[in-house]
């Protein structure tokens, strides 16, 4: 330090810290050569707490107020300068100034996912992350533990290892909640909540007071979201079929002719499907039944046969050996069959002349 800075430190008696960044936990008061006037006076602002250190020994802890750095106001420190015979030279001493607001939005995650069993997807890895909030409740304990000597200690400094252990003990917290993955975002309270009260004795150890944990998001692994998206479409989209007819109408009259195509080659695509399935299924029933069944009949010529010039029938073989027999039906009689061109003679068809020769050698049947 230089003339000015040794003048301007001896004859300045006010000691106070007004905090201009957003990040400062513990700041300390530089004077030259630690030199502080007996008598000078101190301000400890609303979220602030001044420690006094004396030859490396913490000698006063001053909470919020104004204070006049004299025997009665600093007993320990008094102790400690030997003030006792009204010894009022300037005294070497170091305040340190402590953020004791809360500092918030600090982030936390987990660096990889955590792997969990869970009842409706089996085995799943879950990644989360959130924020928390923090503030000094104990400056001895800090200092001792955390800042030592460091003259201007931002949280950035001590934010990942707080981070780390959130995420080291979050794996544990989650898996003995026993909760389903899908109820997981209606529980994220419930989860800040739990994480909190389970992690805070360990910040207490740094003289620090974890306020609040705030999950944010878990998220699956994206081909787990892939398929969680699927499967929730398909519950929204219902009857596939009237989705199907009514996509294509809505493209019809819209015009839109990627949308239709793309209707159609999903409805096919759909129809193929089922239809592979429908012959996988019916298919040893199909077998079975063939093996088991008799062939089917052979089918028996039908005969039209004109008496008294009027096209009658058709009539099945034992139809035409009844009008035989009945003498409605002889050589003479015109006759005609699917296939034939014209009506012909029944003399002239080999299978109604050979029923004719049977039936007039067959006796009639008996009346009555």
């Given at each position: 330090m230089g003339l000015w800075d040794k003048v301007f430190g001896e004859f300045v008696d006010i000691i106070e810290w007004t905090d201009d960044s957003s990040d400062t936990m513990v700041y300390r008061f530089e004077r030259h050569g630690n030199e502080i006037k007996y008598g000078a006076k101190l301000t400890v602002r609303e979220s602030q707490i001044a420690v006094f250190i004396n030859e490396g020994e913490i000698a006063d802890i001053l909470t919020p107020g104004m204070y006049q750095l004299e025997t009665r106001n600093l007993p320990i420190l008094s102790t400690l300068q030997h003030w006792d015979h009204g010894f009022s030279s300037p005294f070497k001493a170091e305040v340190y100034f402590f953020n004791t607001r809360q500092f918030t939005d600090l982030k936390w995650g987990t660096k990889n996912p955590i792997m969990m069993r869970d009842a409706e997807f089996d085995m799943v890895r879950?990644?989360?992350?959130?924020?928390?909030?923090?503030?000094?409740?104990?400056?001895?304990?800090?200092?001792?533990?955390?800042?030592?000597?460091?003259?201007?200690?931002?949280?950035?400094?001590?934010?990942?290892?707080?981070?780390?252990?959130?995420?080291?003990?979050?794996?544990?917290?989650?898996?003995?909640?026993?909760?389903?993955?899908?109820?997981?975002?209606?529980?994220?309270?419930?989860?800040?909540?739990?994480?909190?009260?389970?992690?805070?004795?360990?910040?207490?150890?740094?003289?620090?007071?974890?306020?609040?944990?705030?999950?944010?998001?878990?998220?699956?692994?994206?081909?787990?979201?892939?398929?969680?998206?699927?499967?929730?479409?398909?519950?929204?989209?219902?009857?596939?079929?009237?989705?199907?007819?009514?996509?294509?109408?809505?493209?019809?009259?819209?015009?839109?002719?990627?949308?239709?195509?793309?209707?159609?080659?999903?409805?096919?695509?759909?129809?193929?499907?089922?239809?592979?399935?429908?012959?996988?299924?019916?298919?040893?029933?199909?077998?079975?039944?063939?093996?088991?069944?008799?062939?089917?009949?052979?089918?028996?010529?039908?005969?039209?046969?004109?008496?008294?010039?009027?096209?009658?029938?058709?009539?099945?073989?034992?139809?035409?050996?009844?009008?035989?027999?009945?003498?409605?039906?002889?050589g003479a009689s015109l006759v005609w069959s699917a296939g034939m061109e014209n009506w012909e003679t029944a003399q002239d068809i080999s299978y109604i002349s050979d029923i004719i020769d049977k039936g007039q050698n067959n006796p009639p049947p008996i009346p009555g």
């Open positions: 879950l990644r989360t992350f959130g924020t928390y909030s923090v503030r000094i409740t104990d400056p001895k304990v800090f200092m001792n533990e955390i800042m030592g000597t460091d003259g201007h200690f931002t949280v950035d400094e001590i934010s990942d290892q707080l981070r780390d252990i959130i995420t080291s003990r979050y794996a544990t917290i989650l898996g003995k909640l026993d909760v389903p993955v899908l109820d997981l975002a209606s529980n994220y309270d419930t989860l800040s909540g739990f994480i909190t009260e389970k992690i805070s004795p360990e910040f207490n150890q740094y003289g620090l007071e974890l306020t609040k944990v705030l999950v944010e998001n878990i998220s699956l692994p994206p081909e787990v979201e892939k398929a969680l998206d699927k499967r929730t479409s398909m519950g929204v989209i219902g009857d596939l079929d009237k989705y199907l007819k009514y996509g294509a109408s809505e493209s019809m009259q819209s015009g839109n002719s990627s949308t239709a195509s793309s209707a159609m080659e999903m409805g096919i695509g759909l129809a193929m499907a089922q239809s592979m399935t429908s012959q996988q299924s019916s298919a040893p029933a199909s077998e079975a039944s063939a093996s088991s069944a008799p062939p089917p009949l052979p089918h028996e010529q039908q005969w039209h046969v004109a008496i008294n010039n009027e096209a009658t029938g058709p009539f099945s073989y034992a139809q035409l050996t009844t009008l035989v027999q009945q003498g409605s039906l002889t």
